[in-house]
């Protein structure tokens, strides 16, 4: 479907529930609560949910810790956006396929299923891009709010403006964007500079711990439960952690491994370009892009990094 159908479609709602996927980003949360306004503005009554609790870094924005974990039933149609696939939207996948009414897929991801009645599915920077040029099919010009909700999306999914992914279509989102009153000032320092000094103190701790494989080509860091409990630090703020080893002269794939239960780990995955990280993720069932993409993974802390490392090595060109 075209974003035009897609327009069309939502604009004849009443009431929609839009759902984020689990461990929310940026993305998921400023898309989810763009569209709500969207919608809103159109007349329907529109909720978000997610399955997980909505880390605190995002509460700066307005009707951030409104957002639930119940969908309400009687919702005409439920929306998911910047999942992949039903899996990624966590304890509530189970509720969104198999409810009995109009179900939207809006997402970036290349290895998206396409599941649900109505899906756009587009490669993009990020979804909040998509949910800033489907606002132009709605009557109501975007106000200074909805702005710092996709504000937030392309920041945070871009790195600020600065992975490969970014476009002109991405700056002249951004810009639109602003000129509709959003603040990039507010929104950069809250995702990319505020910090706790445990976070701090854990940022330290792991980057003197890079691993190298491959002659350096490839870079591990990980985050243990300990270590976050013996830095006081939450396992949320290590988002952007995986960026350092990325930027290491020499490396071309580098690693997260975050510990979310005992011996289960969170993986994250980032490319400079020699390699598929989305076909990384796929051999464990996970994906997302080429240069960005996650799965999960159970074993002990070794047994997990000598898996990735040696799959990566075969996804590696030379």
């Given amino acids: ?32 609560m763009g569209l709500k306004w969207l919608l809103e503005s159109n007349g329907a009554l529109a909720s ?23 969908p309400d039933d009687s919702a005409e149609a439920y929306i998911a956006v910047d999942a992949s696939d039903e899996r990624r939207l966590g304890a509530l996948g189970d509720t969104f396929i ?16 396409h599941y649900g009645d109505y899906c756009f599915v587009e490669e993009r920077a990020a979804t909040c891009e998509i ?26 999914d871009t790195g600020n403006f600065a992975h490969k992914n970014v476009t002109e279509s991405t700056f002249l989102a951004a810009a639109k964007l602003v000129s509709c009153g959003g603040n990039i000032n507010e929104i950069q320092y809250n995702m990319f500079k505020k910090q706790s000094a445990g976070r701090a103190l854990l940022f330290a701790r792991t980057m003197s711990a890079i691993r190298y494989f491959a002659d350096g080509r490839i870079a591990f860091i990980s985050v243990t439960r300990d270590q976050l409990a013996d830095c006081g630090a939450l396992a949320e703020e290590t988002e952007g952690f995986i960026d350092f080893p990325l930027s290491v002269d020499g490396v071309e794939v580098a690693v ?9 780990f969170k993986i994250s995955l980032r490319s400079k370009g020699k390699a598929d990280v989305n076909a990384v993720a796929a051999v464990y069932g996970g ?32």
């Fill in 1 to 32: 479907m075209t974003l035009n159908e897609i327009s069309e479609q939502l604009k004849k709602l009443k009431s929609a529930v839009i759902f984020c996927h689990m461990r929310p980003d940026g993305d998921t949360l400023g898309a989810a």
């Fill in 131 to 156: 949910i800033t040029e489907l606002s132009a099919y709605f009557d109501v010009p975007l106000n200074a709010v909805a702005a710092n909700y996709l504000l937030l999306g392309l920041s945070s």
């Fill in 256 to 264: 997260c491994l975050l510990e979310t239960a005992n011996e289960r």
């Fill in 287 to 318: 994906g997302g892009h080429i240069l960005a993409s996650g799965c999960m993974l159970s074993g002990c802390l070794e047994e997990v990094i000598d898996k990735l490392r040696y799959t990566i090595v075969q996804h590696l060109e030379d």
């Fill in 98 to 113: 198999r409810a009995k009414k109009p179900k939207f897929n809006i997402d970036h991801h290349i290895s998206n299923t």
């Fill in 48 to 70: 978000v949910v997610c399955e997980s609790k909505i880390p605190s870094k995002f509460l700066f924005l307005q009707g951030m810790s409104e957002i639930g974990n119940k």
